[in-house]
């Protein structure tokens, strides 16, 4: 194994890393919001609201995002006559925001399976007992509901943060230059594909445990109450496992 | 020419694709169940390495399934196809063989989800294990069973009774893992469709059947784990 | 343990009789990328067809052996080679120095000018010295001044291409700073893109811009630009094969050589590209 070289594919690749994480945190952030929407329309009790949330789920869950990509980007473009009519070519025109949507409706689907699965583990004597308090309405959801499902959804929501760095190379196949689009081009022009791609797979490799490390942080921070005091715990280093 | 109907298109006249689609998804279930079966294959002895092995095996199973989990699927298929071919050939021409060892896409295709899904069932395996209560295998250690029968009639129908909602799960990540297959050159759904709509030029109308297609599969494999799942829950019934 | 070295050398002794079957039938495997008309394309029903796939068979039938083509991804398909998927590659490939360097080509079998594709009603269409051609080994100063000439027109444009092509080199290397490139898998795929308008051109062979044209959708599209050939956009269309293949080159050399001098390459090109793509020697 040539050691110059995979230095030099490193030093290629690193340059696909903001790309990476652009596309990774802006579908994770826009994810969420539409994420938060589905699952309240499946918590909402109403079949009006529960029915297309939960078709939405299947059909996106039960697909491969690779053919989600392939859908929005080169299906859409079938219909230029009428998104330009609408005004969203403009959108569509891009094959970022290309990516980003499709990127941003997939994580969609799984990040509203999580959030539900957190706002429903609230323990209901909790709610009960904030409502005693005279606790309602948004009060009560951003000081009971909200702080004790992001605590339960919190490791959940880091896998699919990770899965969605991740998933953030099938970009390539869309022209965009992240990572593994930079990889295919290194390949192009020096031939040498194992090197190239575990360079690659090197990368994902850091970024991923930077993310996960991140989110134990936060994990870490959010459940002070699950944390021994330290005056008990003499091992200090412990706490931090 | 003049534009066919959707109908026509992946229908089965002469214009038609649809019997390539089929096949292709044929060939899409093919390699799923194949990948499937050889990450569980894999899954259990890497889940059997972390719960029984020595340190050294333990490291080596937990960094297998970091590794796995923490790079792109994608990365993991271009590797093992263009690694995996290579190291067999130079393997080959160890043994003096003309080098030409050909790996069939199909192969190749179908160890590489299994080596990505094997670090997944891993951990179902794992959590499903760690489910069967420590007081039956003390029973059937009192009883005289050694390892392999007590793996046989003890452990394996628990942990498998216990997995099947996880390797559910599983199963649909290589349903959809197989799509990336298609990078490799294997016809499978996606590369099918793929193909016709560069073809024909009429990209949604190809890659909406395939995410039909696709979502069929899904249904009725759900279908069918469901089954599984009542079925072996049928003596855990009474319980509940 | 036991067991896995049992299984690890029964899977190594089968794999083993696979290739040594092969090597008895005396078959060539030839990889193509399916996705490349008129050279190479994937027609109703999944079947392969094209300029390469007629030529191939033309060719095995001279050197007496089996063919059978496969299709493989354009990207991986020099890796592939060397991996030994598969022993030659007639996908519209150019010969140029740096697969020189990984892999050995036979004689040319085709030549074709390249040049942009852009629609009518673009600006582009008015490119200067549309329908003539610059050779860079004959005229490499005649070559550049043509380039530079293209440059006012083509300032900020969105010129799309297949990526690890002659072409793709060709635009990275003269055109990097004024206009955004952007790389594509397939042909196929940026042809889509020209269509829905996200790309104002797309830089390929002429003999792929012609068959392009041919399509319903894309009969206002034209050629545009000079015509380039020679220097990094190759010296011709070859067979691509492992470097310590030189029995494989041998026959493929013999086989071109006879099939330029019964014009069956002329005959062939005309029937797919419209144009005599005979190399021209």
Redesign the interface.
């Given at each position: 194994m040539d050691f110059a070289f995979m230095r030099d594919a490193f030093l290629t690749l690193i340059g696909g890393v903001p790309l990476t994480l652009n596309l990774a945190f802006m579908a994770v952030g826009l994810g969420a919001i539409l994420a938060m929407l589905l699952a309240l329309m499946r918590m909402s009790g109403l079949k009006v609201l529960d029915w297309p949330a939960q078709a939405y789920v299947f059909v996106f869950r039960g697909t491969p995002l690779l053919v989600q990509i392939f859908l929005i980007y080169y299906g859409l473009g079938q219909f230029r006559p009428t998104l330009q009519e609408w005004g969203l070519w403009v959108f569509f025109r891009e094959p970022y925001w290309c990516a980003v949507f499709a990127l941003t409706l997939n994580t969609a689907a799984y990040a509203s399976e999580i959030i539900r699965g957190g706002l429903q583990s609230v323990p209901y004597n909790q709610v009960e007992a904030a409502r005693a308090c005279g606790m309602s309405g948004i009060l009560l959801f951003r000081r009971v509901i909200f702080p004790i499902a992001v605590r339960q959804a919190l490791p959940a929501y880091g896998s699919e943060i990770i899965l969605m760095v991740k998933a953030t190379s099938l970009a390539s196949i869309i022209t965009m230059m992240e990572v593994t689009g930079l990889a295919a081009k290194l390949i192009s022009q020096t031939f040498r594909a194992v090197e190239v791609f575990i360079v690659a797979g090197l990368i994902y490799l850091i970024l991923n445990f930077i993310i996960t490390r991140i989110i134990m942080a936060i994990e870490w921070w959010l459940s002070p109450h699950l944390r021994r005091p330290p005056a008990v715990e003499p091992r200090l280093e412990a706490a931090h496992v | 020419?003049q534009q066919l109907s959707y109908f026509e298109l992946v229908g089965f006249g002469?214009?038609?694709?649809g019997?390539?689609l089929l096949t292709?998804a044929g060939m899409t279930i093919a390699v799923a169940i194949c990948g499937f079966l050889a990450g569980s294959v894999v899954g259990t002895l890497v889940a059997w390495g972390k719960i029984g092995g020595n340190l050294v095996i333990r490291s080596l199973a937990d960094g297998y399934t970091?590794?796995l989990?923490?790079?792109?699927?994608?990365?993991?298929i271009?590797?093992f196809?263009?690694?995996g071919?290579?190291a067999?050939?130079a393997?080959?021409s160890l043994?003096g063989?003309?080098?030409?060892?050909?790996?069939p896409a199909f192969v190749t295709g179908a160890l590489a989800i299994g080596i990505i899904s094997g670090a997944y069932q891993a951990e179902v395996f794992r959590g499903a294990y760690q489910v069967v209560s420590r007081g039956e295998i003390e029973a059937a250690r009192s009883v005289g069973m050694h390892r392999w029968l007590m793996f046989r009639r003890i452990i394996a129908p628990q942990v498998l009774r216990y997995a099947i909602p996880g390797l559910g799960n599983t199963w649909?990540l290589v349903?959809?893992?197989?799509?990336?297959i298609?990078?490799?050159?294997l016809?499978e759904l996606?590369r099918?469709?793929?193909?016709?709509?560069?073809?024909t030029?009429?990209?949604?109308?190809f890659?909406?059947t395939?995410?039909v297609l696709?979502?069929l599969i899904?249904?009725v494999s759900t279908y069918l784990f469901q089954r599984a799942e009542t079925h072996s829950m049928r003596g855990m019934r009474r319980a509940s | 343990m036991k067991l896995f070295k049992t299984l690890g050398l029964g899977l190594l002794a089968s794999a083993l009789t696979i290739g040594g079957a092969a090597a008895q039938e005396k078959t060539v495997k030839i990889a193509t990328e399916g996705a490349y008309a008129p050279w190479n394309f994937t027609g109703a029903g999944g079947k392969l067809e094209g300029f390469e796939i007629d030529l191939a068979n033309d060719l095995c039938g001279r050197m007496k052996v089996k063919c059978e083509i496969v299709a493989q991804d354009w990207d991986g398909i020099i890796p592939a080679l060397n991996a030994k998927k598969y022993d030659a590659i007639m996908a519209g490939m150019n010969i140029t120095d740096k697969r020189l360097e990984v892999i050995n080509f036979s004689l040319p079998y085709a030549a074709t000018p390249h040049g942009f594709g852009v629609m009518k009603d673009s600006p582009l269409a008015k490119l200067a010295g549309t329908g003539t051609t610059v050779s860079f080994e004959k005229d490499s100063e005649g070559a550049k001044k043509a380039i530079e000439a293209w440059k006012p027109l083509l300032k900020g444009k969105t010129v799309g291409v297949q990526g690890s092509t002659v072409n793709s080199q060709f635009l990275e290397t003269y055109l990097k700073d004024t206009i955004e490139i952007r790389e594509y898998k397939t042909t196929e795929q940026h042809d889509l893109d020209l269509t829905a308008g996200r790309i104002d051109a797309i830089f390929a062979g002429h003999g792929a811009l012609k068959a392009t044209q041919e399509k319903p959708e894309f009969k206002d599209m034209v050629v545009a630009g000079t015509g380039m050939r020679g220097g990094l956009l190759g010296r011709g269309v070859a067979v691509g094969m492992r470097k310590d293949d030189a029995e494989l080159k041998k026959g493929f050399d013999e086989a071109i050589q006879a099939a330029i001098k019964d014009g069956t390459i002329k005959r062939l090109s005309e029937k797919w590209f419209k144009i005599d793509a005979t190399p021209q020697v």
């Open positions: - | 020419m002469p214009n038609g694709w019997w390539a292709a970091t590794v989990r923490g790079i792109p699927d994608l990365l993991v271009y590797l196809y263009f690694g071919s290579a067999l050939g393997i080959g043994f063989a003309d080098g030409f060892i050909g790996v649909q349903l959809k893992e197989s799509a990336l298609s990078v490799t050159g016809v996606l099918q469709s793929h193909i016709a709509a560069g073809s030029r009429r990209p949604f109308d890659y909406l395939a995410a696709y979502l899904t249904w | -």
